[in-house]
């Protein structure tokens, strides 16, 4: 099947279907809500049922525009000009799957952000073995590796009440969509009750319908905000600590760029150990590598004996 990588994204011209694009499109699969990947009102755009609620949430139907919202969840499949598409599980945010697409007896999968670990919030990744294997690279290089959900909730609860103890605030800085919710869920589990920026607090009702808990409102808890925001909570530097729950703390340079005393290296994404290891599974004769350190990833792959390519978008 051709693919082609365009600026405003992944095309499939044999089946007019586009992955993730960046512009509105006729028709569009949404691999996961976040704003770079869900964006743009798209004629029609096929995603998973919570995907498709957060992104209408981000994303409102102005009242004189029709979208038709299709579903597709995993383990489910529909027709699609000739091709059969079926959505497979993906651990990154809540929601989040891959797009399997069998067309002419080929089979190509689109991982769409992924990781292979079992996150805190979401579904596992479910390995597709695959002729034709799209998959982003935005932690592809050796120096990448990132802990266990478990001992990442470990470090985060350890961090909040030694701080607690300590008389100084807690600080998290977590993403508003998926690290956000994933670490006051964490700290709900450990009951350390928290302040919640109103960004992250506004989807957390998509995660509790969900089944997922979440720490009561209090002021003499942790904070939780967006990256940036901490420097603007108005607690002295000696009463406060700040945490970077994030891919990028697995180097220490993240303590100056993001004004963190602690880092966590705990990802939505996979490290490098991860995306080798999903490639060995998904065991493709093709690879295409998008975002991050493509290149590298690509040049390594193909020491291993993988016919891997970087694919600029």
């Known amino acids: 099947m051709r693919v082609e990588f365009k600026p405003e994204g992944i095309h499939l011209p044999s089946i007019d279907l586009w992955l993730d694009p960046r512009v509105p499109v006729p028709a569009a699969w949404l691999s996961h809500a976040h704003s770079d990947h869900a964006r743009g009102l798209h004629e029609t755009a096929i995603a998973t049922a919570i995907t498709g609620r957060l992104y209408r949430h981000r994303w409102p139907l102005p009242a004189n525009r029709t979208q038709h919202l299709l579903t597709l969840n995993p383990g489910q499949s529909?027709?699609?000009?000739?091709?059969?598409?079926?959505?497979?599980q993906a651990a990154h945010i809540l929601g989040a799957a891959q797009l399997e697409i069998v067309y002419e007896g080929e089979c190509l999968v689109y991982t769409g952000d992924i990781k292979r670990r079992t996150p805190i919030c979401g579904w596992e990744t479910q390995p597709i073995p695959c002729d034709h294997l799209i998959?982003?690279?935005?932690?592809?290089?050796?120096?990448?590796q990132f802990l266990e959900a478990a001992e990442a909730q470990t470090r985060i609860a350890n961090f909040a009440r030694e701080c607690l103890a300590a008389g100084q605030t807690p600080i998290f800085q977590g993403y508003g969509l998926g690290r956000g919710q994933e670490i006051a869920h964490t700290l709900a589990l450990h009951q350390i009750p928290c302040q919640i920026h109103h960004s992250i607090a506004a989807l957390i009702p998509y995660f509790e319908a969900e089944g997922y808990t979440f720490p009561t409102e209090s002021a003499s808890g942790a904070i939780l905000v967006t990256p940036g925001q901490e420097e603007k909570v108005p607690i002295p530097p000696a009463k406060r600590k700040t945490a970077l729950v994030s891919g990028w703390?697995?180097?220490?340079?993240?303590?100056?760029?993001?004004?963190?005393?602690?880092?966590?290296?705990?990802?939505?994404h996979a490290d490098f150990s991860e995306l080798l290891t999903l490639i060995a599974e998904s065991n493709p004769a093709q690879i295409d590598i998008v975002h991050g350190y493509a290149a590298p990833l690509a040049h390594i792959l193909r020491q291993r004996g993988y016919n891997a390519r970087e694919a600029r978008l």
Do not use: C, H, K, Q
């Not at 998959?135 to 990448?144: A, M, N, Q, R």
């Open 249 to 268: 703390a697995a180097l220490d340079n993240a303590r100056a760029r993001s004004n963190a005393d602690v880092l966590i290296p705990y990802s939505d």
């Open 78 to 88: 529909m027709e699609w000009r000739g091709a059969t598409l079926t959505a497979r």
């Open 135 to 144: 998959i982003e690279s935005t932690f592809g290089l050796p120096i990448y």
